[in-house]
């Protein structure tokens, strides 16, 4: 699997919404049957089945008829960006602009200058909902020229979210309606009426395509590599995983809201996931007993990028934990559970790295620096298993741009691949 797939796929997910639809069209393109968590029972027997909520997705293959516990990949579909108030359309100075949240820890001067499409849903009044995709340059967050801020060098580039960061998207002439214009090109998308449209939830995106880069192709340059790379990667592991061990069932959750702290119906600080298991032991008449006791039993790799050293700013990681990019997945610690690794899980992770031949780098952060955190410490305690954070080594980590490496994919394919198989 070489890195133009996850150039593909990325490129098909603008959106969270969009990056659960690329996913279940590859799940069941391989064969994954759509569940519904409004259907009162599942009746289950070996086979891949999936769920999805809002964009999150829980897909898993049951390989057996009496499994004894879960191999899980956790993941999520968000990524930091510019997203749409309600009433986002307003005019201002001539121009007609989107007022825009900033969803998540985005980098705000990636923005700057880029040529953005808009994607995501539209809701109608009877309930019914569309995914739409502007694909052109539609908008543009405009930097200010520097003859107008002249310190911007010396002093640093501050930008205010709430006035500085809406982009432009048409010019506004005597009599021009801006809500009226946007609803138009809203309804042109969706196939909704203007006047049926009741909602919208949409992002904006950046359209340069994600491309292959380096002297030698080493590199990805890609929006939203954190973390619909380990989307994909889970994804192909998952399908790959059908002749695994029959005593596990092979998990893979991909939420939403990770970006902003996870809690919602669809994060993984909610309950999608834990449901989404006991309805799996539900279904294959497994008693609640037999179910704790197979969560008891289970590992979680929690899968999210890492970062790599910068080559500009090494002191910025601790001198003898610092992920190279093209050198392997890395396993990450932190013994106050800003990860969830632990000796036990690390152990694991080291021993299914040795039997997939895949190299394992370690990221600590400096006890100086705060440290991130990601998925893994939310689901070992929602679900009281043990849980291993792992992911890629990456540069620009919430950029609108971002970048990693050709040759760790593969491997962190391999690595989800053979914990899958149970
Ligand atoms: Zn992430």
Same mark, same amino acid.
């Given at each position: 699997m070489d890195a133009t797939a996850l150039c593909r796929f990325i490129d098909a997910s603008p959106s969270p919404a969009h990056a659960a639809a690329t996913l279940v069209g590859q799940l069941v393109a391989a064969g994954f049957s759509e569940l519904s968590l $409004?259907? &009162?029972e599942w009746r289950l027997a070996p086979g891949r089945f999936l769920v999805r909520r809002g964009a999150s997705v829980v897909a898993f293959v049951v390989?057996? %008829?009496? &499994?004894?516990?879960f191999a899980l990949v956790g993941a999520h579909t968000d990524s930091p960006h510019l997203r749409l108030k309600p009433r986002a359309a307003f005019q201002s100075e001539g121009c007609c602009q989107l007022g825009v949240e900033v969803y998540g820890? %985005?980098?705000?001067?990636?923005?700057?200058d880029r040529d953005l499409g808009l994607a995501g849903t539209v809701h109608a009044s009877d309930g019914s909902e569309r995914l739409i995709r502007i694909?052109? &340059?539609?908008a543009r967050v405009p930097q200010l020229a520097i003859h107008l801020d002249r310190k911007v060098t010396e002093d640093g580039l501050k930008l205010n979210a709430q006035t500085q960061l809406a982009p432009i998207w048409a010019l506004a002439t005597e009599g021009t309606d801006a809500a009226a214009a946007f609803a138009d090109l809203l309804a042109a998308a969706s196939g909704i009426a203007a006047t049926d449209i009741a909602a919208h939830d949409l992002s904006l995106y950046d359209l340069t395509p994600s491309a292959i880069g380096? @002297?030698?192709?080493?590199?990805v340059f890609a929006p939203?590599?954190?973390n619909l790379a380990s989307c994909h990667a889970g994804a192909m592991a998952l399908i790959a %995983?059908? !002749?695994?061990? &029959?005593s596990s069932v092979a998990v893979l959750a991909c939420h939403d809201h990770e970006e902003v702290? #996870? $809690? #919602? @119906? #669809?994060? %993984? !600080?909610?309950?999608l996931l834990g449901t989404a298991l006991e309805r799996i032991a539900l279904g294959l008449g497994q008693s609640r007993a037999e179910h704790l006791a197979a969560l008891a039993s289970s590992l979680m790799i929690s899968a999210d990028m890492a970062h790599a050293v910068h080559p500009n700013y090494a !002191?910025? /990681?601790?001198p003898r934990h610092k992920p190279q990019l093209g050198k392997g997945p890395v396993l990450k610690n932190n013994h106050n559970q800003r990860? @969830?690794?632990s000796a036990a899980s690390a152990a694991a992770v080291r021993a299914l790295a040795a039997r997939a031949r895949v190299p394992l780098q370690d990221f600590v952060t400096r006890t100086d620096l705060g440290c991130g955190t990601t998925i893994g410490p939310i689901s070992a305690a929602r679900l009281g298993i043990c849980v291993a954070d792992v992911g890629n080594p990456m540069l620009?980590? /919430?950029?609108a741009r971002e970048c990693a490496a050709t040759a760790d994919h593969p491997p962190y394919i391999a690595l989800l691949r053979e914990h899958l198989k149970g």
């Open positions: $409004t259907q &009162p390989r057996g %008829a009496k &499994p004894t516990r820890g %985005a980098l705000l001067n990636s923005w700057l694909d052109r &340059p539609l380096g @002297a030698g192709g080493e590199f939203r590599l954190d %995983a059908t !002749d695994g061990e &029959p702290g #996870s $809690t #919602s @119906a #669809s994060g %993984a !600080d909610g309950s !002191d910025r /990681h601790e990860y @969830a690794t620009s980590m /919430h950029s």
